[in-house]
């Protein structure tokens, strides 16, 4: 990989409309997100995987409209800070 496809960020840090491939969502250091976790794993954040924020509310982003394939949901930034993504090549999608 090269270019922006070649780091990895969190999903609450992307931008708005850039489209990225999920690489993980990672386990969370309280237990208390550990049920979190696999929520987001079972609703369809998993490696591979295309997303977007499509939009994000105001002030600081909260919350994040992520767009999964042809569903959107809304994630908290913190709930969105455990999903790893690879940003795509500008012009993606």
């Given at each position: 990989?090269?270019?922006?496809?070649?780091?990895?960020?969190?999903l609450?840090?992307?931008?708005?409309?850039?489209?990225?491939?999920?690489?993980?969502?990672?386990?969370?250091?309280?237990?208390?997100?550990?049920?979190?976790?696999?929520?987001?794993?079972?609703?369809?954040?998993?490696?591979?995987?295309?997303?977007?924020?499509?939009a994000?509310?105001?002030?600081?982003?909260?919350?994040?409209?992520?767009?999964?394939?042809?569903?959107?949901?809304?994630?908290?930034?913190?709930?969105?800070?455990?999903?790893?993504?690879?940003?795509?090549?500008?012009?993606?999608?």
């Amino acid at each position: 990989m090269t270019g922006a496809a070649s780091h990895a960020i969190s999903l609450d840090q992307l931008p708005t409309n850039q489209w990225a491939t999920v690489l993980d969502v990672r386990r969370p250091p309280q237990v208390d997100d550990a049920d979190l976790v696999l929520r987001l794993t079972e609703i369809g954040f998993v490696p591979g995987e295309t997303v977007r924020i499509v939009a994000a509310g105001l002030p600081g982003r909260e919350p994040l409209a992520v767009r999964l394939g042809h569903t959107t949901f809304a994630l908290r930034r913190h709930e969105a800070s455990f999903v790893h993504v690879s940003p795509s090549e500008p012009g993606h999608g």
